[in-house]
């Protein structure tokens, strides 16, 4: 079982579950999802000597703070007090789709806390805002089951894998929250920046990342920064689908980091 800790500045707590000791690891989720779909995630790290960290982004579990006038830079502070707090870095941060746009913002910040990002099944830079729409039809509680599972299963998951697991675990106001902060967040402020080396894990068949896309990270930072790694089989969804594939590419790529 996790040990659960709180971490508090100003009018913000952060609830975080922590599992095993060693070397960090944050892993944090995608939009509007919590840290719980992790688990078997942090139990392979801990099993593997590492100290898998997750932050409940604000709106989720107990996690409280303001909602309103956020950005990306705000969202990757909170993680940063997470890190400073628990005395973990420099850490590795792993951040599944949106979960990846924090960890970069975050590394781009405060490269000292930062000893590498994983990026899980992160969309290509620009993807169709068709996509978008559909997402957003996924984590509507007032849709219809049926609808939300059509949407889940065309959007996230392979074939093969059952969308119904993500029909619950969605915070409506962390995703509201996080939506604006993408919005007013220039992107170029942090997409051209990667201080720290970058583990681009990507899902074979992720619609949100198409194979013509999959060298933009080695194209913009070169392959001495950037280890890509295929996982056949997965989509977008990726974390519950294929978690200990997941771990073990994180663990083998961690365990050559500088």
């Known amino acids: 079982m996790s040990d659960i800790h709180t971490v508090a500045f100003g009018d913000v707590e952060i609830e975080v579950l922590v599992?095993?000791?060693?070397?960090?690891?944050?892993?944090?989720?995608?939009?509007?999802?919590?840290?719980?779909?992790?688990?078997?995630?942090?139990?392979?790290?801990?099993?593997?000597?590492?100290?898998?960290?997750?932050?409940?982004?604000?709106?989720?579990?107990?996690?409280?703070?303001?909602?309103?006038?956020?950005?990306?830079?705000?969202?990757a502070r909170?993680?940063?007090?997470?890190?400073?707090?628990?005395?973990?870095?420099p850490?590795?941060?792993?951040?599944?789709?949106?979960?990846?746009?924090?960890?970069?913002?975050?590394?781009?910040?405060?490269?000292?806390?930062v000893r590498g990002v994983a990026i899980l099944a992160?969309?290509?830079?620009?993807?169709?805002?068709?996509?978008?729409?559909?997402?957003?039809?996924?984590?509507?509680l007032s849709l219809p089951g049926a609808e939300r599972l059509e949407h889940l299963?065309?959007?996230?998951?392979a074939e093969g894998h059952d969308p119904a697991v993500w029909l619950d675990g969605w915070w409506p106001a962390a995703i509201v929250a996080q939506r604006r902060a993408m919005a007013v967040t220039d992107k170029e402020s942090w997409w051209t920046v990667a201080p720290s080396p970058l583990l681009d894990l990507q899902a074979g068949d992720?619609?949100?990342?198409?194979?013509?896309?999959?060298?933009e990270l080695t194209g913009q930072f070169g392959a001495d920064r950037v280890t890509v790694v295929l996982i056949p089989g997965a989509g977008h969804a990726l974390i519950p689908e294929v978690?200990?594939?997941?771990?073990r590419a994180l663990i083998d790529w961690i365990r050559v980091l500088p």
């Open 78 to 89: 909170d993680v940063a007090e997470v890190i400073e707090r628990l005395d973990a870095g």
């Open 206 to 215: 992720d619609v949100f990342r198409p194979a013509p896309t999959r060298g």
């Open 122 to 140: 992160a969309g290509a830079r620009r993807f169709p805002e068709s996509l978008t729409e559909r997402v957003a039809k996924c984590s509507d």
């Open 153 to 157: 299963r065309a959007v996230f998951f």
């Open 91 to 113: 850490a590795v941060l792993a951040g599944h789709a949106f979960g990846h746009y924090v960890a970069r913002v975050l590394a781009a910040d405060r490269p000292d806390l």
């Open 243 to 247: 978690p200990h594939e997941v771990a």
């Open 19 to 75: 599992d095993g000791s060693g070397p960090a690891v944050v892993l944090l989720p995608s939009l509007g999802r919590d840290s719980y779909e992790f688990d078997p995630i942090a139990t392979d790290l801990a099993a593997e000597g590492f100290r898998a960290i997750r932050p409940q982004p604000r709106g989720v579990g107990t996690s409280r703070g303001p909602l309103e006038d956020l950005d990306l830079h705000d969202l």
